[in-house]
Protein backbone atom coordinates (compact mmCIF):
# COMPACT_ATOMS: atom_id res chain seq x y z
CA UNK A 1 0.00 0.00 0.00
CA UNK A 2 2.96 2.32 0.78
CA UNK A 3 4.81 1.96 -2.28
CA UNK A 4 1.57 2.43 -4.45
CA UNK A 5 0.92 5.49 -2.52
CA UNK A 6 4.75 6.96 -3.01
CA UNK A 7 4.51 5.57 -6.87
CA UNK A 8 1.08 7.80 -7.26
CA UNK A 9 3.35 10.91 -5.43
CA UNK A 10 5.63 10.65 -7.68
CA UNK A 11 3.81 11.00 -10.60
CA UNK A 12 1.95 13.87 -9.39
CA UNK A 13 5.07 15.69 -8.79
CA UNK A 14 6.10 14.70 -12.78
CA UNK A 15 2.50 14.95 -14.37
CA UNK A 16 1.17 18.31 -12.18
CA UNK A 17 4.41 19.36 -10.50
CA UNK A 18 6.78 19.78 -13.48
CA UNK A 19 3.93 18.56 -15.78
CA UNK A 20 7.56 17.25 -17.70
CA UNK A 21 7.35 17.02 -21.29
CA UNK A 22 8.54 14.27 -23.23
CA UNK A 23 12.68 14.38 -24.17
CA UNK A 24 12.28 17.19 -21.38
CA UNK A 25 15.27 17.01 -19.21
CA UNK A 26 14.71 16.89 -15.84
CA UNK A 27 16.85 18.26 -12.66
CA UNK A 28 16.56 17.33 -9.09
CA UNK A 29 18.09 18.73 -6.42
CA UNK A 30 17.55 16.36 -2.90
CA UNK A 31 18.93 15.21 0.72
CA UNK A 32 20.80 12.27 0.04
CA UNK A 33 18.61 10.88 2.57
CA UNK A 34 15.70 11.11 0.39
CA UNK A 35 17.32 9.05 -2.66
CA UNK A 36 15.14 6.10 -2.26
CA UNK A 37 12.01 8.65 -2.79
CA UNK A 38 14.02 10.10 -5.66
CA UNK A 39 14.35 6.77 -7.39
CA UNK A 40 10.56 6.63 -7.69
CA UNK A 41 10.49 10.09 -9.37
CA UNK A 42 13.35 9.42 -11.52
CA UNK A 43 11.79 6.25 -12.61
CA UNK A 44 7.92 8.17 -12.37
CA UNK A 45 10.08 10.46 -15.03
CA UNK A 46 11.53 8.06 -17.56
CA UNK A 47 8.30 6.36 -18.02
CA UNK A 48 7.13 9.88 -19.03
CA UNK A 49 9.03 10.66 -21.47
CA UNK A 50 11.90 12.38 -20.00
CA UNK A 51 15.20 12.96 -22.12
CA UNK A 52 17.48 12.43 -18.72
CA UNK A 53 17.30 13.21 -15.20
CA UNK A 54 20.22 14.47 -13.13
CA UNK A 55 20.46 14.77 -9.55
CA UNK A 56 21.94 16.93 -7.19
CA UNK A 57 22.49 15.44 -3.87
CA UNK A 58 23.03 17.52 -0.42
CA UNK A 59 24.47 16.40 2.62
CA UNK A 60 23.26 18.71 5.43
CA UNK A 61 25.71 16.69 7.80
CA UNK A 62 28.26 17.85 5.11
CA UNK A 63 27.31 21.18 5.09
CA UNK A 64 27.45 21.23 9.09
CA UNK A 65 30.68 20.23 9.22
CA UNK A 66 32.22 22.45 6.55
CA UNK A 67 30.63 25.83 8.33
CA UNK A 68 31.54 24.81 11.82
CA UNK A 69 35.10 23.84 10.39
CA UNK A 70 36.14 25.09 6.97
CA UNK A 71 38.34 28.63 6.25
CA UNK A 72 36.25 31.97 6.39
CA UNK A 73 37.53 32.45 3.12
CA UNK A 74 35.63 29.59 1.31
CA UNK A 75 32.29 30.97 2.16
CA UNK A 76 32.80 33.60 -0.05
CA UNK A 77 32.65 31.69 -3.45
CA UNK A 78 30.68 28.93 -5.10
CA UNK A 79 32.02 26.66 -6.57
CA UNK A 80 32.46 27.16 -10.56
CA UNK A 81 30.95 23.53 -11.31
CA UNK A 82 27.73 24.08 -8.95
CA UNK A 83 26.85 27.48 -11.12
CA UNK A 84 28.20 25.64 -14.05
CA UNK A 85 25.58 22.52 -13.50
CA UNK A 86 22.22 24.66 -12.87
CA UNK A 87 22.93 27.40 -15.84
CA UNK A 88 23.89 24.79 -18.16
CA UNK A 89 20.46 23.24 -17.36
CA UNK A 90 18.31 26.23 -17.65
CA UNK A 91 20.38 26.51 -21.12
CA UNK A 92 18.59 23.40 -22.19
CA UNK A 93 14.92 24.11 -20.74
CA UNK A 94 15.24 21.77 -18.01
CA UNK A 95 12.50 21.46 -15.69
CA UNK A 96 13.68 21.55 -11.79
CA UNK A 97 12.17 19.56 -8.41
CA UNK A 98 13.76 20.88 -5.01
CA UNK A 99 13.07 18.07 -2.27
CA UNK A 100 12.71 20.55 0.66
CA UNK A 101 13.19 18.31 3.77
CA UNK A 102 15.76 19.13 6.70
CA UNK A 103 16.70 19.04 10.25
CA UNK A 104 14.95 22.35 11.54
CA UNK A 105 17.89 22.93 14.15
CA UNK A 106 21.06 21.23 13.12
CA UNK A 107 22.06 24.61 12.36
CA UNK A 108 21.72 26.03 15.33
CA UNK A 109 25.45 26.25 16.61
CA UNK A 110 27.06 27.42 13.34
CA UNK A 111 28.08 31.14 13.38
CA UNK A 112 25.00 33.06 11.37
CA UNK A 113 27.50 35.40 9.68
CA UNK A 114 29.29 31.91 7.83
CA UNK A 115 25.80 31.52 6.48
CA UNK A 116 25.24 34.66 5.29
CA UNK A 117 28.38 35.58 3.59
CA UNK A 118 27.53 32.17 1.41
CA UNK A 119 24.14 33.02 0.51
CA UNK A 120 25.45 36.13 -0.28
CA UNK A 121 28.05 33.99 -2.72
CA UNK A 122 25.55 31.46 -3.72
CA UNK A 123 23.12 34.33 -5.08
CA UNK A 124 25.58 35.95 -6.90
CA UNK A 125 27.20 33.25 -8.42
CA UNK A 126 23.06 32.28 -9.55
CA UNK A 127 21.63 35.41 -9.98
CA UNK A 128 20.56 34.94 -13.53
CA UNK A 129 19.15 31.25 -12.82
CA UNK A 130 16.90 32.46 -9.88
CA UNK A 131 16.11 35.33 -12.12
CA UNK A 132 14.37 32.83 -14.96
CA UNK A 133 12.88 31.17 -12.14
CA UNK A 134 11.38 33.59 -10.48
CA UNK A 135 10.02 35.04 -13.58
CA UNK A 136 8.73 31.60 -14.20
CA UNK A 137 11.08 30.85 -17.58
CA UNK A 138 11.94 27.93 -15.74
CA UNK A 139 9.36 25.20 -14.81
CA UNK A 140 10.12 24.14 -11.25
CA UNK A 141 7.96 22.14 -8.31
CA UNK A 142 9.46 22.41 -4.82
CA UNK A 143 7.72 18.86 -2.84
CA UNK A 144 9.32 17.17 -0.06
CA UNK A 145 10.14 13.25 1.70
CA UNK A 146 10.49 12.82 5.24
CA UNK A 147 14.26 12.80 6.67
CA UNK A 148 14.76 10.87 10.31
CA UNK A 149 15.85 14.09 12.15
CA UNK A 150 12.78 16.39 10.53
CA UNK A 151 10.48 13.63 11.44
CA UNK A 152 11.67 13.05 15.38
CA UNK A 153 11.00 16.89 15.41
CA UNK A 154 7.50 16.86 14.43
CA UNK A 155 6.57 13.81 16.22
CA UNK A 156 9.10 13.86 19.07
CA UNK A 157 6.96 10.91 20.97
CA UNK A 158 7.35 8.31 18.87
CA UNK A 159 10.25 6.16 17.78
CA UNK A 160 12.41 7.09 14.99
CA UNK A 161 10.63 4.98 12.41
CA UNK A 162 7.16 5.86 13.79
CA UNK A 163 7.54 9.08 13.55
CA UNK A 164 8.97 8.67 9.99
CA UNK A 165 5.86 6.45 8.71
CA UNK A 166 3.60 9.17 10.42
CA UNK A 167 5.42 11.66 8.78
CA UNK A 168 4.74 10.37 5.12
CA UNK A 169 1.03 9.62 6.40
CA UNK A 170 1.35 13.22 6.96
CA UNK A 171 2.85 14.62 3.63
CA UNK A 172 0.75 11.64 1.80
CA UNK A 173 -2.29 13.91 3.01
CA UNK A 174 -1.29 17.75 2.26
CA UNK A 175 -0.98 16.67 -1.30
CA UNK A 176 -4.19 14.45 -1.65
CA UNK A 177 -2.54 11.51 -2.65
CA UNK A 178 -5.27 9.46 -1.16
CA UNK A 179 -8.01 10.32 -3.46
CA UNK A 180 -9.42 8.19 -5.69
CA UNK A 181 -7.32 10.23 -8.77
CA UNK A 182 -5.02 12.76 -7.39
CA UNK A 183 -4.06 14.13 -10.50
CA UNK A 184 -7.89 14.92 -11.21
CA UNK A 185 -8.38 16.23 -7.45
CA UNK A 186 -5.59 18.88 -8.35
CA UNK A 187 -7.33 19.82 -11.24
CA UNK A 188 -10.02 20.81 -8.94
CA UNK A 189 -8.00 22.50 -6.69
CA UNK A 190 -6.62 24.38 -9.14
CA UNK A 191 -9.74 25.85 -10.56
CA UNK A 192 -10.59 26.66 -7.05
CA UNK A 193 -7.40 28.74 -6.20
CA UNK A 194 -8.16 30.15 -9.64
CA UNK A 195 -11.87 31.48 -8.60
CA UNK A 196 -10.23 33.07 -5.59
CA UNK A 197 -7.70 34.54 -7.31
CA UNK A 198 -9.76 36.30 -9.96
CA UNK A 199 -12.16 37.61 -7.29
CA UNK A 200 -8.94 39.15 -5.20
CA UNK A 201 -7.54 40.55 -9.04
CA UNK A 202 -10.65 42.11 -10.02
CA UNK A 203 -10.97 44.45 -6.30
CA UNK A 204 -7.36 45.93 -7.33
CA UNK A 205 -6.86 46.74 -3.98
CA UNK A 206 -4.60 50.08 -2.80
CA UNK A 207 -3.55 48.06 0.53
CA UNK A 208 -4.29 45.22 3.04
CA UNK A 209 -5.17 45.78 6.89
CA UNK A 210 -4.01 43.45 8.69
CA UNK A 211 -5.47 42.99 12.56
CA UNK A 212 -5.48 40.16 14.96
CA UNK A 213 -4.65 38.99 18.87
CA UNK A 214 -1.21 39.31 18.77
CA UNK A 215 -0.82 42.05 18.40
CA UNK A 216 -0.65 42.61 14.65
CA UNK A 217 -1.70 46.09 12.93
CA UNK A 218 -0.19 46.11 9.57
CA UNK A 219 -1.09 47.81 6.49
CA UNK A 220 0.76 46.92 3.38
CA UNK A 221 0.25 48.57 0.11
CA UNK A 222 -0.61 47.10 -3.15
CA UNK A 223 1.22 48.48 -6.19
CA UNK A 224 -0.77 49.97 -8.88
CA UNK A 225 -1.33 46.93 -11.58
CA UNK A 226 -0.19 43.88 -8.98
CA UNK A 227 -1.45 40.60 -10.08
CA UNK A 228 -2.65 38.00 -7.32
CA UNK A 229 -1.39 34.62 -8.23
CA UNK A 230 -2.00 30.49 -7.25
CA UNK A 231 -2.33 27.44 -8.17
CA UNK A 232 -1.34 26.24 -11.58
CA UNK A 233 1.35 29.31 -12.71
CA UNK A 234 2.78 29.38 -16.76
CA UNK A 235 6.43 30.04 -17.88
CA UNK A 236 7.16 32.22 -20.75
CA UNK A 237 6.16 29.57 -23.01
CA UNK A 238 2.93 28.45 -21.57
CA UNK A 239 4.03 25.19 -20.40
CA UNK A 240 1.88 24.96 -17.10
CA UNK A 241 3.30 23.83 -13.55
CA UNK A 242 2.47 23.99 -10.01
CA UNK A 243 5.84 25.33 -8.08
CA UNK A 244 4.36 24.00 -4.87
CA UNK A 245 3.08 20.63 -3.24
CA UNK A 246 1.49 21.50 -0.92
CA UNK A 247 -0.40 24.77 -2.25
CA UNK A 248 -3.18 26.39 -0.46
CA UNK A 249 -2.48 30.00 -0.93
CA UNK A 250 -3.01 33.13 -3.35
CA UNK A 251 -0.11 35.39 -3.53
CA UNK A 252 0.80 38.61 -5.12
CA UNK A 253 3.71 41.33 -4.56
CA UNK A 254 3.46 44.25 -1.96
CA UNK A 255 4.32 47.84 -2.88
CA UNK A 256 7.92 47.50 -1.14
CA UNK A 257 8.16 51.02 0.49
CA UNK A 258 4.29 51.22 1.51
CA UNK A 259 4.35 49.24 4.63
CA UNK A 260 3.41 50.37 7.85
CA UNK A 261 2.95 48.90 11.40
CA UNK A 262 3.68 45.85 12.86
CA UNK A 263 2.97 42.14 12.63
CA UNK A 264 3.72 38.83 14.80
CA UNK A 265 4.65 35.38 13.86
CA UNK A 266 2.14 32.91 14.13
CA UNK A 267 4.58 29.96 13.54
CA UNK A 268 8.28 28.86 13.90
CA UNK A 269 10.09 29.93 10.94
CA UNK A 270 12.94 27.38 9.98
CA UNK A 271 15.72 29.41 8.23
CA UNK A 272 18.71 27.19 7.04
CA UNK A 273 18.62 24.87 9.97
CA UNK A 274 18.19 27.14 12.96
CA UNK A 275 14.33 28.38 14.57
CA UNK A 276 13.41 31.65 14.61
CA UNK A 277 10.02 31.27 17.18
CA UNK A 278 7.50 34.14 18.66
CA UNK A 279 9.10 37.39 16.22
CA UNK A 280 7.70 40.67 15.35
CA UNK A 281 8.66 42.78 12.47
CA UNK A 282 8.25 46.63 13.27
CA UNK A 283 7.62 48.44 9.48
CA UNK A 284 8.13 52.51 8.47
CA UNK A 285 7.54 53.58 4.76
CA UNK A 286 8.11 49.35 3.98
CA UNK A 287 11.37 48.89 5.92
CA UNK A 288 11.91 46.74 9.27
CA UNK A 289 13.33 49.05 11.65
CA UNK A 290 13.26 47.27 14.44
CA UNK A 291 12.33 43.41 15.17
CA UNK A 292 12.15 41.13 18.25
CA UNK A 293 12.54 37.07 18.57
CA UNK A 294 12.28 34.95 21.69
CA UNK A 295 14.51 32.46 20.11
CA UNK A 296 17.09 32.84 16.94
CA UNK A 297 17.03 36.53 17.09
CA UNK A 298 20.75 36.48 15.72
CA UNK A 299 19.21 34.80 12.95
CA UNK A 300 16.35 36.72 12.45
CA UNK A 301 18.82 40.03 12.33
CA UNK A 302 21.25 38.06 10.07
CA UNK A 303 18.14 37.78 7.09
CA UNK A 304 17.38 41.10 7.81
CA UNK A 305 20.65 42.65 7.32
CA UNK A 306 21.72 40.44 4.22
CA UNK A 307 21.45 43.15 1.62
CA UNK A 308 19.45 45.98 1.22
CA UNK A 309 16.20 44.62 0.11
CA UNK A 310 16.09 41.87 2.49
CA UNK A 311 15.09 44.93 4.97
CA UNK A 312 11.73 45.08 2.80
CA UNK A 313 8.64 42.65 2.11
CA UNK A 314 8.18 40.85 -0.90
CA UNK A 315 5.60 38.76 -0.64
CA UNK A 316 1.80 38.53 0.64
CA UNK A 317 -0.20 35.22 0.64
CA UNK A 318 -3.36 34.59 2.17
CA UNK A 319 -4.26 31.16 3.35
CA UNK A 320 -7.52 30.25 5.14
CA UNK A 321 -6.92 29.67 8.72
CA UNK A 322 -9.83 26.50 8.28
CA UNK A 323 -7.03 24.94 5.44
CA UNK A 324 -6.76 21.43 4.84
CA UNK A 325 -3.18 21.37 6.33
CA UNK A 326 -4.11 24.23 8.74
CA UNK A 327 -6.75 21.99 10.19
CA UNK A 328 -4.51 19.17 10.58
CA UNK A 329 -3.10 20.89 13.58
CA UNK A 330 0.31 19.79 12.59
CA UNK A 331 3.50 21.74 13.29
CA UNK A 332 5.61 20.74 10.43
CA UNK A 333 8.74 22.84 10.98
CA UNK A 334 9.18 23.08 7.75
CA UNK A 335 7.61 26.11 5.39
CA UNK A 336 6.75 24.44 2.54
CA UNK A 337 3.82 23.25 4.87
CA UNK A 338 3.32 25.67 7.50
CA UNK A 339 2.74 28.73 5.63
CA UNK A 340 0.08 26.43 3.50
CA UNK A 341 -1.92 26.36 7.09
CA UNK A 342 -1.70 30.36 7.66
CA UNK A 343 -1.37 33.50 5.98
CA UNK A 344 2.13 34.56 5.76
CA UNK A 345 4.74 37.44 4.14
CA UNK A 346 8.01 37.24 2.55
CA UNK A 347 10.60 39.19 3.70
CA UNK A 348 13.38 40.40 0.19
CA UNK A 349 12.82 39.54 -3.19
CA UNK A 350 9.46 39.96 -4.65
CA UNK A 351 8.37 37.37 -8.01
CA UNK A 352 8.24 40.00 -10.88
CA UNK A 353 5.26 37.94 -12.58
CA UNK A 354 3.03 39.68 -9.47
CA UNK A 355 3.32 42.84 -11.37
CA UNK A 356 1.52 43.10 -15.21
CA UNK A 357 4.22 42.71 -17.63
CA UNK A 358 7.16 42.21 -14.83
CA UNK A 359 8.17 39.54 -16.20
CA UNK A 360 9.39 41.68 -18.79
CA UNK A 361 11.09 44.89 -17.17
CA UNK A 362 14.31 45.54 -15.92
CA UNK A 363 15.05 45.62 -12.09
CA UNK A 364 15.06 48.90 -12.30
CA UNK A 365 11.78 49.09 -13.72
CA UNK A 366 10.36 46.88 -11.33
CA UNK A 367 11.93 48.68 -8.38
CA UNK A 368 10.09 52.18 -10.07
CA UNK A 369 6.70 49.90 -9.71
CA UNK A 370 7.60 49.19 -6.18
CA UNK A 371 8.75 45.86 -6.66
CA UNK A 372 11.20 44.60 -4.17
CA UNK A 373 14.57 42.77 -5.03
CA UNK A 374 16.99 41.02 -2.42
CA UNK A 375 19.15 37.96 -2.81
CA UNK A 376 17.07 36.38 0.05
CA UNK A 377 13.10 34.79 -0.34
CA UNK A 378 12.12 34.16 2.94
CA UNK A 379 8.28 32.90 4.14
CA UNK A 380 6.93 33.46 7.74
CA UNK A 381 3.62 32.53 8.94
CA UNK A 382 1.33 35.24 10.31
CA UNK A 383 -2.09 34.10 10.00
CA UNK A 384 -4.47 33.20 13.32
CA UNK A 385 -7.89 32.12 13.79
CA UNK A 386 -9.11 35.59 14.59
CA UNK A 387 -6.93 37.76 11.78
CA UNK A 388 -8.83 40.15 10.52
CA UNK A 389 -7.89 41.95 7.11
CA UNK A 390 -9.63 44.73 5.08
CA UNK A 391 -8.55 46.11 1.62
CA UNK A 392 -8.44 49.61 0.77
CA UNK A 393 -10.25 49.84 -3.26
CA UNK A 394 -8.60 53.03 -4.75
CA UNK A 395 -11.90 54.99 -4.18
CA UNK A 396 -11.21 55.04 -0.57
CA UNK A 397 -13.73 51.87 -0.23
CA UNK A 398 -13.33 49.10 2.33
CA UNK A 399 -13.33 45.29 1.86
CA UNK A 400 -13.32 42.98 4.07
CA UNK A 401 -10.97 40.37 3.18
CA UNK A 402 -11.09 37.89 5.71
CA UNK A 403 -13.00 37.88 8.72
CA UNK A 404 -12.13 35.68 11.71
CA UNK A 405 -8.83 33.39 9.90
CA UNK A 406 -10.99 33.04 6.88
CA UNK A 407 -12.33 34.62 3.22
CA UNK A 408 -15.25 36.82 3.64
CA UNK A 409 -15.77 36.11 -0.17
Known amino acids: MFQERLKKYAELLIKTGVNLKSGQLLVIKSPIECAPFVHEVMT ?3 AAGAGDVEIFWNDEIASKIKYMMAPDELFDTLPSWQREFYLSAAAKGAAFLSVAASDPEL ?9 VRFQKAYG ?29 KVYPDKTEV ?33 SRMNK ?45 IP ?36 FEKGKIVEFTAKKGYDQLKSL ?16 PHDSPISNMNLLFFNTLFD ?70 F
Request: net charge negative.
Open 304 to 319: VETDEGSAFLGEVALV
Open 339 to 408: ENAACHLAIGKAYPVCLENGDKMSMEELKAHGINDSIVHEDFMIGTADLQIVGITADGSEVTVFKDGNFA
Open 247 to 282: TEEIFTAPQYDAVEGIVYSALPLNLNGNLIEDFSLT
Open 44 to 46: AAF
Open 124 to 152: AALKSYRQQMMNNELVWCVASAPTKAWAK
Open 162 to 194: EAVEALWEAIFKTVRIDAKDPIAAWEAHKEALA
Open 107 to 115: MKEVDPSRM
Open 200 to 244: LNAHQFTSLHYRNSLGTDLTIGLPKGHLWLGGADKSSEGHEFVAN
